[in-house]
Structure formats: structure tokens, C-alpha cells
């Protein structure tokens, strides 16, 4: 079981964040040669579809229709959560970063060789992209809410550490 850190982000005055906390699974899969592919297979086999190998976008977004997964198959970035002022994190090859809809996300600097997994669960492929932008904040933290739960953790299954902190099972361990 790979280790799991939490932040708590509070909504923005540029994005909505979430409620739910954003879930860092350190060291998840061990780190080396077709990665990428073995993420996409733990991420299908554990229901989360829509699967993309790519980067991550150097501006400021969110999904305000989806909850997203990000695996780092190669290399390493430092990605700031939450918009304009939110946490900086470190993540490298092996690392899982597991995002609530709404939650702000951008790449500030990465290696050259960065290669990111992602996908959604069930119903919430192929996702909205939202900048920040002049829209009601009460409005979107509201849509972001209202996005379904996924049934399955995307590392761990269906009796993995999201299904439990998510549906408030567990108190968040080792966050912010």
C-alpha cells in the first residue's frame, strides 16, 4: 500500500477546489521502464477510464465535471493545487495524485522527460477544461459538488483509501 498525504484546499477567488481532499499516493507504482502503461492498466482494472498519457497544462484549470487522476509515469514537476497562491507539489515517476472536481491544478516546471497518466471515473471521461475566469464561484463549487463519488479508489480498488476518505470513513491522515 503506497503512502497517502491529503490537502484540504479552500475554495479561491480563481477556482472552486473541493471539500474533498486532494489524495498524493507517494511511491505508488515503482518507478522504471513502461510505466505508463502499467498505470493505465491499474486505473482501468480498478474502474477509472478515459485514460491519456500526456503532460500536464502550465496554466491554471480545473474540471468542474469530473474528478481526475494523474500519474507520473517518467520524470518529475512541480505542480501548484488550488490556484493563484495554493501549495506547490513536488511529484516524480510513481507518484499518484488523485484531484476532486474543482480542484486547481497547473504545471510549473517539470524535467523534460515528464510523462503523465490520467483518467476519470465511470460517466466522467473526457471532461470539461475550465480557466479561471468572471462565473460565480458559488456556482461552480456547487456543480463541483454535486459531481458523483467514484465507486473505486484508482490505485487501491474498492477498498482503497479515496472510497474511505471521500465518504468520510476515515479521518485524513498526514495533510494540510
Not at 491529503?6 to 479561491?12: D, I, N, R, V
Not at 517518467?74 to 488523485?98: I, K, N, T, W, Y
Not at 487501491?156 to 485524513?172: F, H, K, N, Q
Request: glycine residues 16%.
Amino acid at each position: 500500500m503506497a503512502e497517502v498525504e491529503t490537502l484540504l484546499l479552500e475554495p479561491g477567488h480563481d477556482v472552486p477546489n473541493s471539500p474533498l481532499p486532494v489524495l498524493l499516493y507517494r511511491a505508488a507504482c515503482e518507478a522504471g521502464p513502461g510505466l505508463g502503461d502499467r498505470l493505465e492498466r491499474l486505473f482501468r482494472a480498478n474502474g477509472w477510464g478515459g485514460t491519456w498519457q500526456n503532460g500536464i497544462f502550465p496554466y491554471q484549470h480545473f474540471h468542474d465535471d469530473a474528478h481526475e487522476v494523474l500519474g507520473i509515469a517518467r520524470g518529475e514537476a512541480v505542480v501548484q493545487l488550488g490556484g493563484a497562491g495554493g501549495p506547490e507539489v513536488s511529484v516524480r515517476a510513481g507518484d499518484v495524485v488523485v484531484l476532486p472536481a474543482g480542484t486547481g491544478h497547473k504545471r510549473l516546471s517539470s524535467s523534460a522527460d515528464l510523462l503523465v497518466v490520467g483518467g476519470y471515473p465511470p460517466g466522467q471521461e473526457g471532461p470539461s477544461v475550465l480557466r479561471p475566469a468572471g462565473e460565480s464561484m458559488t456556482s461552480l463549487v456547487g456543480r463541483c459538488a454535486a459531481v458523483a463519488l467514484p465507486e473505486t479508489d484508482p490505485v487501491e480498488g474498492a477498498d482503497g483509501p479515496l472510497t474511505r476518505l471521500w465518504r468520510g470513513g476515515d479521518e485524513p491522515a498526514g495533510g494540510a
